[in-house]
């Protein structure tokens, strides 16, 4: 079969040849139809995710959309390792599959799983999001963010504030449901003014999809500025500006600011599979927007080294 293999730390998957998955016990084949480029995808196919094996090679993508030998259409979770997403077939154990709903065709599910998963498992599962509070989405731009928005809003915020660095694409999610937004091009003391102004009106969860400075400025931020009568939730997805921060310890003993994690180990696989579910069942009702770019499977080696933006990359073989 047709995969993208990767063969070493580092190295950009190449579009080859690698035997076809025969499946064990309790698997079955799924004929791939789409799968995204996702953060995840790109972060253990290098080798620096927390995730990731070191064994190589291996075909990369992590989920994706297909069908069983029967005809029916799924949508599947971490392929059994070597096999991945990003190849004509792979092979699942039928509990980490979740049926696709008829309004959902392949490419916008196998776009909106991933990034809708992320948000959706860090208000519910981490933040516990309640209706009527507030929501800070740390890096609202990609689609991810833009995401978020659209699902603290469908899960009952009162009010939500997205940040990001391109004026255009902030300026875009007023139409997603954000009430307002901040920039993040400010130089560092103008940044943790603006933050500041945010939570003196109150912040009760904040995603954050970028970490460094920005989290920085904005734990500062809350510690000086929010109600100390405020319990905030500080819930860490993703590094996209840095995997370290400096925190003064003195920003977490002034108000109640909890800092946890989302993701995997930190959230049971089978609450994310949960969430995911939820994403699909809730897209056609809150009309969840996502960009998507069609892209084929053999093309995989110049779309990888594309910089990523708001429009999210599905291989289709």
Known sequence: MKAAIVQGPGRTPAYADFPAPIPAEGEQIVKVTAAALTQLARGRASGAHYSSSGAYPFVAGVD????????????????????????????????????????????????????????WAALVERARLAPGETVLVNGATGTSGRLAVQIARRLGAKKVIATGRNPEALASLAALGADATIALGADDAALEQSFRGAFAETV????????????????????????????????????????????????????????????????????????????????????LQVATSAVPLAEIESAWTQAEDARRVVFVP
């Not at 590094?239 to 995997?264: E, F, H, K, Q, Y």
């Open 204 to 287: 009760d969860v904040v995603l954050d999809y970028l970490w460094g400075r920005s989290a920085e400025a904005l734990l500062s931020a809350a510690a000086r500025a929010a109600p100390k009568s405020s319990s905030i939730r500080f819930v860490q997805i993703g590094a996209v500006t840095g995997g370290r921060i400096g925190l003064n310890a003195d920003v977490l003993r002034s108000t109640p600011i909890d800092v946890m994690g989302s993701g995997l180990g930190s959230v049971p696989a089978h609450r994310f599979a949960a969430a995911i579910a939820a994403v699909f069942a809730a897209a056609g009702p809150a009309g």
């Open 64 to 119: 994706g959309v297909g069908r069983f030998a029967d005809g029916g259409r799924v949508y599947f979770l971490l392929p059994r390792a070597p096999y991945g997403a990003f190849a004509d077939e792979t092979v699942m154990a039928h509990a980490q599959c979740l049926p696709v709903p008829d309004d959902l065709d392949d490419v916008t599910a196998a776009a909106i799983a991933n990034p809708g998963m992320s948000s």
